[in-house]
Nanobody, 123 residues
Framework: QVQLVESGGGLVQAGGSLRLSCAAS????????MGWYRQAPGKQRELVAG???????NYADSVKGRFTISRDNANNTVYLRMNSLKPEDTADYYC?????????????????WGQGTLVTVSS
């Protein structure tokens, strides 16, 4: 099995910054896509940012120019640097990691989620 541990959420004033981290451990052969999602109260979970194994990134329009996703392949970790935070960024943030785990004779894909970390931006 694959476990994800998130850290870095908290309370920050508007205009401030936070960095989220998500480390994967367990039965991992390789990791492909990594991403961050968020879910605000009463809203659906949405993709915030994603990054491929090769380093290509994509962002939600609402965070472009303010958030930066990065990854450390050696340590199976993904980061989300959030600058110029706004009250509308307040949400639970979840990391998502997809890759391959070993099986007896081959491998199988996994799609793992972090436990969520709360980011609260005050005005």
């Amino acid at each position: 099995q694959v476990q994800l541990v998130e850290s870095g959420g908290g309370l920050v004033q508007a205009g401030g910054s936070l960095r989220l981290s998500c480390a994967a451990s367990g039965s991992i052969i390789s990791i492909n896509a990594m991403g961050w999602y968020r879910q605000a109260p009463g809203k659906q979970r949405e993709l915030v940012a994603g990054i491929t194994r090769g380093g290509s990134t994509n962002y939600a329009d609402s965070v472009k120019g303010r958030f930066t996703i990065s990854r450390d392949n050696a340590n199976n970790t993904v980061y989300l640097r959030m600058n110029s935070l706004k009250p509308e960024d307040t949400a639970d943030y979840y990391c998502n990691i997809q890759g391959w785990s070993p099986s007896t004779f081959s491998r199988y894909p996994f799609n793992a989620w972090g436990q969520g970390t709360l980011v609260t931006v005050s005005s």
